[in-house]
């Protein structure tokens, strides 16, 4: 043999022999991406087979692979995925590639190497992948032996799935990331019951948020400042929080999915443990991950593509309802609404004395008991004991498992008395909030003014205001964002003009009751643009910043029936002004009711006292009612008179509003 074709022979030999160490190096340290690039020099190993049968099935463009990775399509083409943590990805360039993180996941399962930051191999630490995977490509055990995963399966053990259950605590106003209300999952076990559901475990997505609070925490939040994470924690820690700490009902949605589309949903919710998302208030929320976690079953694919705006833990729970997913609604009372009912249970010189034992101590009661029978007695200590710590919660903001003195005495007193303890029944709302009218708002109407005739048009994103249709919100709290105003003025002239009458950015009121059990502050806050003038010719808007504190009471109980006052103040900006900014303060008084389940009024008298010499003392009438003529349809009438920066102004004016 020529010496040149010797040479040839012992330098492709060479050469596969380096390539080959450089393949099981790069296999070995888990530096996938090299072995994507050195596999055409191993056209015999199995990996080629694999990656060549994923290709020819297109499995890269498969809904389940793409909802594995949380892939969208990017706004000029191309993926993009949706997770932020980078352990998640086997390929440098899986975050935007989902056939190269496929080839680089299947090269994964070879190798031994351990993934951070369990540290265990790609085909336990990435289970529902390799699940989908060998289903689709059949994988040989002989040629790629699937790896032994205690910790996964300690995992599913100690969760025992059964089923799924979407769990909804309602809008909770103090806080900024649940004024909207929350969802979780609840993993349902099996031969779960009523008494034994409490012991299951949910799957929460929530942001790993600072005490910043005030506006970093808002800006944070709105611009993914935060990194969401998923975490297991028992179901009773959870409902302690939400109906015990915060007073929110809890709705539970129970999924029709099959066994396996449990499972594989766990699956995919331990590859998720670990990593991360960049959390949005708006978009990325709590409700938004819920659905991305349930979509990766092919046959729910699509859930998160409902919402290119803003997700809403309301309109998800519609979403799943809409697609027939929910089988079962069961609704679970705040401990709030438990006290309220004991309290309703037995008479107002009782209740009187339940409240004083839970304040001052039994002991403090000598002989307050006496006459009474064993039920009185045993209705009474049962309410101040639910009071007790319901009050000791809400001081501390924690739930702590050892009793206190005082709590020892009522349960010693209580359990001397041969008494079943009543448990109140609390009928669920007659409307599940999914059923409540829909979020986003349109409304159009016809009014008059001093200065002109004008048509009305408006539009609102989320979410209720006090006259939008009651049934499925609470009563004593409204909240809006992004809410526009315009008027088409026709003058006595005859002239058009187009005005804007209002934007705000947002407006809360939280005006929950007061009594003798529960001393909450009302209060209020708005911001946002407002017409300065009362000319529809002047286009001049001023910036405020409203806000108050006081106190509101029920009254006409039967026809949720609300009065509250309010110590309030603003602060508006406009070249208008003296000195640029405006501020003012004084009282705001105001009454709701419903006199029917459709019919709802409302009304409001304000006066300000200018602080700033601008002479400007805002003074403000309003009677408003409004009617539903259905779920997502309601009429107004609205009357107002109120004095702006030149003069004062009244209206008065009727609308369509349609819910969408």
């Known amino acids: 043999m020529p010496l040149y074709l010797l040479f040839l022979a012992f330098f492709a030999s060479y050469s596969s022999i380096v ?12 530096e996938y991406d090299k072995v994507i690039e050195q596999l055409p020099v191993h056209p015999g190993h199995y990996l080629h087979e694999l990656i060549a049968e994923a ?22 083409g191309g993926y993009l995925s949706e997770v932020d943590g980078g352990d998640f990805f086997t390929s440098r360039r899986g975050k935007t590639d989902p056939a190269r993180e496929l080839r680089a996941t299947l090269a994964s399962f070879f190798s031994d190497a351990t993934v951070p930051p369990y540290d265990m191999s790609a085909q336990c630490r990435f289970r529902a992948r390799y699940h989908w995977l060998k289903r689709e490509l059949r994988f040989d055990p002989a040629r790629l032996p699937e790896k032994e995963c205690k910790r996964f399966d300690a995992y599913l053990q100690l969760l025992a799935p059964e089923g799924l259950t979407v769990v909804f605590p309602t809008t909770h106003p103090n806080s900024a990331s649940s004024m909207f209300g929350h969802t979780l999952l609840r993993v349902d076990r099996v031969g779960q019951t009523d008494a034994t559901k409490m012991l299951d475990y949910t799957l929460n997505y929530a942001a790993e948020a600072d005490d ?15 990194i969401g994470k998923f975490h297991i924690i028992p179901y009773y820690m959870k409902l302690r929080e939400y109906a015990q700490m915060e007073n929110r009902d809890i709705w539970e949605y129970r999924l029709n999915l099959e066994p396996e589309t449990v499972e594989f949903i766990l699956m995919h919710a331990w590859e998720l443990l670990p990593t991360h998302f960049d959390y949005y208030f708006f978009t990325e929320n709590c409700s938004y991950h819920v659905l991305s976690l349930i979509e990766v079953e092919e046959r729910y694919r699509g859930l998160t593509d409902d919402y290119p705006g803003w997700v809403l833990p309301v309109d998800t729970l519609r979403s799943l309802e809409r697609r027939g997913m929910v089988s079962e609604v069961v609704y679970n009372p705040s401990h709030y609404r438990v006290i309220n009912e004991r309290r309703r249970m037995i008479s107002p010189d009782d209740e ?29 200590l049962d309410l101040a004991y639910d009071y007790f710590r319901y009050d000791k919660i809400a001081r501390n903001k924690m739930i702590a498992s050892e009793l206190s003195e005082q709590e020892r005495q009522l349960l010693l007193a209580r359990s001397k008395l041969a008494v079943t303890t009543q448990v109140p029944v609390i009928t669920a709302p007659d409307v599940r909030p999914d059923e409540g009218h829909k979020t986003a708002r349109a409304h159009l109407g016809l009014g008059s003014e001093d200065r002109g005739d004008f048509i009305e048009f408006g539009v609102r ?16 709290f409204a909240l809006e964002f992004g809410r526009l105003d315009a008027r088409q003025y026709r003058t006595d002239e005859g002239d058009h003009e187009l005005k804007l009458d209002r934007f705000h950015l ?7 009751p007061q009594d003798d059990f529960f001393g909450r502050i009302a209060w209020n806050v708005a911001t946002g643009w407002e017409s300065l003038s009362v000319e529809p010719s002047n286009h001049e808007l001023m910036y405020l910043v409203r806000g108050g504190g006081g106190k509101s009471m029920s009254v006409a109980e039967a026809y949720s029936g609300l009065i509250y006052g309010l110590w309030s103040g603003e602060l508006a900006y406009s070249s208008d002004f003296q000195h640029d900014f405006n501020l003012a303060t004084g009282i705001e008084l105001g009454a709701m009711v419903n006199p029917s389940s ?41 009357l107002s ?20």
């Open 352 to 380: 009187r004395l339940a409240r004083e034992i839970a304040r001052d101590g039994l002991m403090a009661q000598p002989g307050a008991m006496a006459g009474k029978d064993p039920e009185q007695q045993a209705a009474i």
């Open 641 to 660: 008179r109120e004095r702006l920066f030149d003069g004062w102004r009244s209206v008065i004016k009727a609308g369509f509003y349609v819910y969408f």
């Open 212 to 226: 910043s609070g005030g506006l970093s925490y808002a800006i944070k939040g709105l611009t993914g400042g935060f």
């Open 506 to 512: 947002i407006r809360l009121d939280n005006f929950e």
């Open 55 to 76: 290709e020819a099935k297109n499995l890269a463009a498969d809904p389940v692979w793409l909802g594995l990775g949380h892939y969208k399509t990017g706004l000029f």
């Open 598 to 638: 459709r019919w709802r009024a409302y009304a409001k008298v304000k006066h300000l006292e200018d602080v700033t010499k601008d002479g400007w003392d805002r003074s403000a009438v309003e009677f408003s009612q409004s009617w539903a003529l259905g779920t997502n349809l309601a009429m107004q009438l609205n």
């Open 461 to 476: 994103a989320v979410y209720h205001d006090w006259l939008d249709p009651q049934p499925g919100y609470k009563s004593h």
């Open 19 to 30: 390539c080959a160490d450089a393949f099981d190096a790069a296999l070995s340290a888990g």
